[in-house]
């Protein structure tokens, strides 16, 4: 289950169709069969998933045409409503979501959507929760190595990260796994983020982030990881082989400093 | 999102079908931009009038909303439809099209909104008072009464501004909140002071700013200057509130310091005019947006009084409201020798494109979308200067 807002009331269930790109209703898809114009593909009956609206505010109406054909989606997800497809998808019984990533989602994955608790919940997949921790001194951030035979994103670099486990706080979990993983001892976080969501497969990894200020604090090492490095908060996203999102949810908490 | 008790029975129900959805509407985008709360107003202003707009899906949906029992609660004004509703033969409309619009037209009649169908309730049919909240879509209409009046609305969608309308109530963010008012960059302004000069003024500070709220020095427009300019900084920016030193209601309110200053003349007022004139030679030429004021059309008479149109080719139309018609019978005899005074419509909703590819008007915000919504080329002078390609 994942956590949303909801936007239009209702529930669904569908396949996904997913757009990378903002979407007009007027001009990207036909009223009368649902077929898209933007790229091959039908939403009738989908899980129609886009990042948001755009262009003419006739695209609620033709939502509403496509209601009134028999071709409207089961339902729709955005990571950010706009005015347009909100007031398209109330007017037409669409249930509707947003704030989901959509990275979480893939093309043809079987997906409810509850517009009256703004959840979705991906058929086969299987969520486990996650503390990340970013370690900020000097005004560089700690990231990992993990090696390559990791059970979650081998070969790739990440934050300081590992499960919460059963009953565990998720504060507390991300003070274990950082004094586990480099032998560094934190106190209170200095600024915490809402979960985000990252899919790998079929897990979702619903990942609780925290930053942690130290002073002078070198890592050491276990098993878990075979290197690290301090790199600038504005480098992460240079580097491709660092797992997704942490560039987005470093800086965000860089800005929720006090 | 904070509801009364009251509000939370619409939302459940127990007010009947619309004005659940109404309330659904409403609750969803206050949602979206972060309302605590509702808020009570006292008119609205509909768009999605136009078939060539609003389409079969919006004329289904306006059916559905009538056979749902749905009858709006405050006054409530309608937008330009997409021809005169008894001449629209002399504007080259289907009789498929006509029959549609008719329809529309009787469907918002039905839920009780007052169908003069102009862009300018505010100089008669629906004028709110300083202070009023509101609801208004059609973006020229809803920065004038914001601006010049000191009304309170946000660029309502023509769903929610009927929704709206339904309920009496709107959510209540951005504009509605004072605090949200206050201007964030001044504009310097040097112009001349013709009408056509606000309409300039309107597309350089719209192109300048986007969205933003300026505070104006060193102009003083009438009404039908505000009217002009509002409607070129909608369309070419997203301007829903300006101030206007020692004019506008609410100008006094604001502590200035700290803002940046951006000066308007000669050279911004040329770029502005450059970007819209697309083309030397017009097959229309359309007066009239927003609809035009007893003044404009008692200006627009006097300078045709006497004189003859020569070049056949060239159709003009002037779009005014039906009241503004009805007052005007000396100037409209005058006018009809040229071309039509039609009401209820105007050039920009009008269904033009397959009939037209060339037009003229004097008019900033028609500039920015006859070449989008109609696929023209355009001219853009002030009324003089498009007349002299007829004369």
């Known amino acids: 289950m994942i956590k949303g807002r909801a936007i239009s009331s209702g529930k669904a269930e569908g396949k996904v169709l997913k757009l990378d790109g903002t979407f007009s209703f007027l001009g990207g898809v036909n009223a009368s069969t649902g077929d898209l114009n933007v790229r091959e593909g039908n939403i009738a009956g989908k899980v129609f998933v886009f990042p948001g609206g755009k262009g003419s505010t006739v695209g609620s109406f033709v939502m509403y045409d496509l209601m009134v054909h028999g071709k409207a989606p089961a339902a729709i997800i955005n990571e950010s409503a706009e005015t347009i497809v909100t007031t398209g998808a109330v007017i037409s019984s669409i249930p509707m979501v947003d704030r989901i990533d959509m990275n979480v989602l893939k093309e043809g994955d079987d997906v409810i959507v509850d517009g009256d608790t703004g959840t979705i919940e991906i058929k086969g997949t299987k969520s486990v929760k996650v503390v990340s921790s970013a370690i900020l001194r000097d005004g560089k951030i700690l990231i990992l190595q993990r090696p390559g035979n990791a059970k979650s994103f081998p070969g790739r670099k990440s934050l300081v990260a590992g499960k919460i486990e059963t009953g565990e706080i998720p504060e507390a979990a991300a003070a274990r796994e950082i004094m586990e993983e480099t032998a560094i001892s934190v106190s209170a976080p200095d600024s915490v983020l809402s979960p985000v969501f990252v899919r790998e497969d079929d897990i979702i990894w619903e990942v609780h982030p925290f930053l942690f200020k130290v002073d002078d604090a070198d890592p050491v090492l276990n098993k878990e990881n075979v290197g690290f490095e301090w790199i600038s908060p504005d480098k992460i996203a240079d580097d491709p082989s660092v797992v997704p999102l942490t560039h987005r949810v470093v800086n965000e908490m860089i800005m929720g400093l006090k | ?391």
């Open chain 2, 1 to 391: 999102m904070y509801l009364t008790r009251e509000e939370e029975e619409i939302l459940a129900g127990e007010e009947g079908e619309s004005s659940q959805k109404a309330m659904e509407l409403i609750v969803a985008l206050g949602k979206i931009y972060g309302a605590d709360d509702l808020v009570d107003i006292t008119s609205a202003h509909l768009s999605g009038a136009s078939y060539k707009t609003i389409g079969d899906g919006g004329l289904k949906y306006l059916e559905d909303m009538v056979r749902g029992g749905a009858v709006v609660s405050v006054p409530s004004t309608l937008n330009p439809i997409g021809m005169d509703r008894e001449r629209w033969k002399e504007m080259h409309i289907t009789p498929s099209f006509a029959e549609k619009q008719l329809m529309i037209i009787d469907l918002y009649g039905k839920m009780g909104v007052r169908t003069t169908c102009s862009c300018t309730p505010y100089l008669g049919e629906n004028v709110p008072s300083l202070g009023d909240h509101v609801a208004w879509a059609e973006s020229s209409a809803l920065s004038f009464v914001n601006s010049y009046i000191g009304a309170k609305t946000n660029r309502e969608g023509g769903p929610g501004a009927l929704a709206a309308a339904i309920l009496g109530k709107t959510a209540n963010y951005g504009l509605h909140i004072d605090e949200n008012r206050k201007p964030a960059v001044i504009i310097d302004a040097e112009i001349e002071g013709s009408v056509f000069s606000y309409s300039m003024l309107g597309q350089a500070v719209g192109m300048a700013i986007g969205g933003k709220i300026p505070y104006f020095r060193g102009i003083d427009p009438t009404v039908d200057d505000a009217k002009t300019m509002s409607a070129a900084m909608a369309a070419s920016g997203a301007v829903a509130l300006y101030h206007i030193e020692g004019v506008t209601p609410e100008a006094g309110n604001f502590d200035l310091n700290g803002l940046e200053t951006i000066h308007i003349g000669n050279k911004e007022l040329e770029e502005a005019y450059g970007k819209l004139n697309t083309t030397d030679d017009v097959q229309l030429i359309a007066l009239g947006c927003p609809h035009l004021s007893p003044k404009e059309m008692r200006d627009i008479a006097s300078f045709l009084k006497g004189k003859k149109k020569r070049n056949k080719d060239t159709e003009i139309w002037f779009c005014t409201s039906a009241r503004v018609r009805e007052e005007c019978p000396e100037e409209v005899k005058i006018m009809e020798e040229f071309g039509p005074v039609l009401a209820d419509t105007c050039m920009v909703v009008a269904p033009i494109e397959g009939v037209f590819e060339r037009t003229g008007t004097n008019s900033a915000k028609a500039g920015n979308y006859l070449p989008t919504l109609c696929s023209q080329e355009v001219m853009c002078r002030d009324v003089s200067k498009l007349m002299d390609v007829v004369m």
